[in-house]
């Protein structure tokens, strides 16, 4: 370097730190962040019992006495008296865990069978152009006809029990899935492909190793649909003809005008989701370790 | 085409002869990407092919490493026409192509996981490589954690590992910042020098091509084919930001540029997007 093209600083000029004055500290500052962090999380919370309060309190106000009816429209206080009941003495049809328990086995094992369904196929023509255009029209079909109406037909072919409610599970699940798989095994960077090639993977490693990971994130996100989807084909299910579950529950409830009972089957089934859609977003997080910044907003919404 | 350089007396590893590789281009055209393409690279030599952006610079590689075939003319690998991928051949893309849900040491295992060896001894492999590359201590991280520098040196290592005899490198650096640049060139010559693998460097930087290679290959604008040899009398090893200040680079830069301007000039006028960077 010549020593025209450097300056230098002296360090008279760059100032010493005694006269500068210090407002924060590092420990004012961190735990100022932790404050603010807390009184948020509470005003969340705080947020979210008001309109709790608010909703169930003018629900329970509005059918008291001299309000509207609520044999029709129920009250808060009743539904919780018919929970008690239910779990306490039972319902008039036995136990409300056996309930519980057939509809979320009708609804798991419909929706492990077709998510995998949906994925093996779904990533078989998401890398075969030709299967893809071979099938697309019998798809977009299938897609078309409205799923719920194949409920009534599985209950004449499979009967009242469990393989009917498994089978509109399955073909309610299997798009949802089916559609991510395809364009998550669609979507897979060309560049990762051939170098796997190049670094020696068989067809089979590239699909194993490169085009199912990558697909993984799509598949995923739609599993919390999919189970969505599975509650409500068993759930439906029942409603067209069933032993037991809560959607059988549900229709009796509606049979005897037992608004009550309907509102009671609504949210325990919104609780068994909920439940699942935790079990879902966790095994999301473990699956997916390796994305940045993974369900920091999805998980919650 | 000049004389082939004295320094190398072996038989050719890689032969391109006429290679001519055609895509069927926008609008029911044939779209010629490279036309009778005819050069070599003896084993342990570094060559580097410099051209206009978007002449087909890339498309050589991909001849050479199997994934595409050529259209007409001769591809030879170790004396063999190549119809599928070559034994023997890494290749370094332009863009990461590091598997983003592997950790650095998992990224790195599998070429040889791929080729058949065990866990552990993919693993084994792979962990020396990591610390050759000098990322020992980043094992466990995943890509997404690294910086671009970084996983630069996950591909190298990814690609080292597999010990190729033919090392295919695709604008790899063109991403990076201009130290860490500098810094991955002269790690690449420090990890090379040991290896007597060939090289294949494509780049549209004359600055890299000059500093890493003993053969610089001028390709015209496209449809590209080899315009000129030119052979680097550059001492090794090289410090590759030194060396750009000596007067006898600046003499080859100045050289080769007067070479490379005319097609880069044609392709400006082409419309070229881009165009070849240049020292002023």
Request: hydrophobic fraction near 50%; charged fraction near 15%.
């Amino acid at each position: 370097m010549s020593p025209d093209t450097k300056q230098s600083v002296s360090p008279a000029s760059a100032g010493g730190s005694a006269d500068v004055p210090i407002e924060e500290t590092e420990q004012s500052i961190l735990s100022g962040a932790r404050r603010a962090q807390r009184a948020r999380k509470r005003n969340i919370w705080l947020l979210r019992l008001v309109i709790v309060v608010v909703w169930l309190g003018s629900w329970q106000l509005v059918t008291a006495p001299g309000g509207i009816d609520p044999f029709f429209y129920s009250r808060p206080s009743k539904i919780w008296e018919r929970l008690v009941e239910w779990f306490t003495a039972g319902t008039d049809f036995g136990s409300i865990w056996l309930h519980i328990g057939v509809t979320a086995e009708e609804a798991v094992i419909g929706f492990l069978i077709g998510t995998v369904a949906g994925v093996v196929l779904g990533v078989l023509l998401g890398r075969s152009q030709y299967l893809a255009d071979v099938l697309a029209p019998f798809i977009k079909a299938v897609n078309a006809v409205p799923r719920i109406v194949l409920a009534a037909l599985f209950v004449i072919w499979f009967g009242l029990g469990l393989s009917s409610k498994v089978a509109t599970v399955v073909v309610l699940v299997f798009f949802v899935v089916f559609f991510n798989a395809f364009t998550g095994a669609r979507e897979v960077d060309r560049n990762l492909i051939d170098n796997a090639r190049i670094l020696g993977a068989s067809k089979g490693q590239v699909l194993a190793t490169i085009v199912l990971p990558s697909a993984t994130s799509w598949i995923l996100s739609s599993l919390h649909t999919a189970f969505g989807f599975a509650l409500i084909g068993a759930v439906v299910g029942e409603y067209t003809g069933a032993q037991a579950g809560i959607g059988f529950l549900i229709s009796n409830a509606q049979g005897t005008f037992d608004t009550a009972g309907v509102f009671a089957g609504m949210i325990i089934i919104t609780v068994v989701a909920l439940l699942a859609e935790s079990l879902i977003g966790s095994l999301e997080n473990r699956l997916l370790r390796w994305r940045p910044n993974v369900g920091a907003t999805a998980a919650q919404i | 085409m000049t004389a082939p350089p004295t320094a190398h007396p072996a038989q050719p590893l890689i032969e391109l002869i006429k290679a001519t590789k055609r895509f069927p281009g926008a609008g029911g055209t044939v779209h010629t990407a490279v036309r009778e393409l005819t050069m070599d690279v003896k084993p342990g030599e570094f060559v580097s092919v410099v051209g206009p952006t978007g002449c087909g610079k890339s498309t050589a590689l991909s001849l050479v490493s199997g994934l595409q075939p050529a259209s007409a003319g001769q591809v030879l690998v170790n004396g063999t026409r190549v119809t599928s991928i070559p034994d023997g051949v890494g290749y370094m893309f332009q863009s990461d192509a590091v598997m983003p849900w592997r950790s650095v040491l998992d990224n790195v295992a599998s070429g040889p996981r791929f080729r058949g060896a065990g866990k552990a001894q993919a693993r084994e492999q792979a962990a020396d490589w990591v610390t050759r590359v000098g990322l020992a201590g980043f094992e466990g991280f995943y890509p997404h954690q690294l910086s671009g520098g970084m996983r630069k040196r996950v591909a190298l290592a990814q690609t080292l590992v597999t010990n190729p005899r033919i090392l295919l490198m695709d604008e790899p650096f063109s991403a990076l910042d201009v130290q860490t640049r500098a810094n991955m060139q002269d790690e690449l010559l420090r990890l090379w020098a040991g290896s007597g693998a060939a090289v294949i460097f494509v780049t549209h930087d004359l600055d890299e091509a000059i500093a890493l290679a003993d053969k610089v290959v001028v390709m015209t604008a496209s449809p590209a084919t080899v315009k000129d040899v030119f052979t680097i009398p550059l001492e090794r090893p090289r410090a590759v930001e030194e060396l750009r200040l000596t007067t006898e680079f600046v003499r080859i830069y100045r050289e080769i540029w007067e070479s490379l301007r005319v097609e880069v000039d044609k392709t400006r006028q082409l419309g070229g997007a881009r165009s070849v960077s240049r020292v002023s």
